[in-house]
């Protein structure tokens, strides 16, 4: 029996054990919170503590790229740690995220890096209005974020963000990465899986909606071969250059047929969890096999699927359950305002039917905790 370690405890790692089960693999969970290693399901459950979970792993992985440097370092000296501590830094720090798509000639949105006054001041004469900045360090689900429309909000702004940088207590120094915003016609995102032996396989482009920017549906649908292509050499060029290993997610804005990088993830994302219904093989399976020297499992999409964020709520009408092709999957966290609880995966055999089906699902969710949901629906029709 292969055993894991997977650095942090949530619904990621919840999800690869679920997933590793049937592969007889026995999958435990570091809890950065606690510094303990608990079982990934029933996490009151302790196993040890950091240095017991390295002892006991053949492998590990990360479910979150947010890890203190000391954290990834113990990993990465044990030799078991895939993907590498580097390209988990990558992900976790955007000015490294940007040197990486630079050194690859990758396209994507014109920055500048901003520590003081001064650069603040460089940024704003570079780039043109609306800019987007955002905190080098710790953003996720668009927070640490701040979007400036007119000049005239520019020094309230950097106020802001002075305390940001100022009150940081991180191991490297916080900063912020000022970003043109990208006039982009949607967001779609491509993940995929790269074995020991370079192999990948991906899964089609995903089509993803924000909603205050936190990811609230994502669509598995037919794609163009062109788009496909596009978005495959991306993953290719940046999986090679980082000799990466397991499930990487990449973020792209779509510009008419072009896409830009927005931004990577090293591990499950998110934008994957239809995979668990749409797909023969699921995220975090083919994540497992990646890293566990197994073979690669099938990325085609089998039937076009809908993922549905839950945020915030830990009940949805039993209808939900009763429609065909719905599958809820529930984290077991504690409700808090936004927060992701769970997703429902829904199924169906072609684009117009679950474009039927998402309008039935929205009339029967409440439409205060899915505001987007009906409209959105009915675009796709
Ligand atoms: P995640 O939860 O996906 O990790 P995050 O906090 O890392 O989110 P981003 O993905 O960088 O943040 O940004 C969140 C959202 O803000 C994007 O999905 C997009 O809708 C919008 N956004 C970010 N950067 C830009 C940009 N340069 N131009 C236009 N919109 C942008
Ligand atoms: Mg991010
Ligand atoms: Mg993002």
Redesign the pocket.
Known sequence: MTKVLVLGAGQLARMMDLAGSPLNLDIAAFDPRTNKVVHPIANDYILGNLEDGINNADVITAEFEHLAHDVLEKCQASGKLLPSSTAIKIGGD?RLEKNLLESCQVAN?THKIISNYDDFKIALSQLSLPI?F?SALE???????WRLKSMKQAEVIWAEMEDFIKQANTSVPQAIVA??????DR?VSIVGARNTKGEIAVYPVTE?H?TN???SVSLALPVTDELQQQAFEVFSKLTQALDYVGILAI?F?QVGDELLV??I?PRVH?SGHWTQQGADTCQFENHLRAICALPLGNTELIRPTAMVNILGEDSVPEAVLAMPGVAIHWYEKEKRAGRKMGHINLCAESSIELANKLIQLAGILDDHAYPDLADFAQQLK
């Open positions: 955007r949105a987007i955002k953003g996720y689900d668009g927070k640490g974020q970003e043109q915003m990208v006039p982009f967001e993803n924000h920017g936190v990811l973020e804005f927005n931004e993830a998110n």
